[in-house]
Every structure is written in C-alpha cells, then in structure tokens.
C-alpha cells in the first residue's frame, strides 16, 4: 500500500483545524485528508463519458478507471 508523508511545522495550525473538522464528523483525521485528496482528484483524469459495463464489480471498477487491474 502506498504511503503519503505530510509534515508540517509546530506552528502551523491546520493540523489542529484538522483535528476539529475531524472530531465534528466523527472520522478520523487521515480519513479527512483521505476525502480531501478524492474532492480534489475527483475530476482528474476522467472522460466524463457513460461507464463502461464489467462482468463482475472489481471489473467494472477496474475498467472505469477505479482500480487498477492484478
């Protein structure tokens, strides 16, 4: 599995604001970063066409730009 290091300095404060959105919604705070970088990615990289039928739901996932294959 893929790792991301973030590093911030001591006395930057999103971390902590993080920390709060974090605890508002009831998920963790890598979760939140997790949905941050998806909003953002979100519109990358995608056709904006019809999905493409799979034989199975990996497959579907796999050929509409989902997953990547095994």
Known sequence: MPTITIHFDERDTLPDLMERRASELGITVEQLILRFICTGMQDYGTDGGPAVSGNSLDD????NGALKSR
């Open 60 to 63: 579907f996932f796999v050929k």
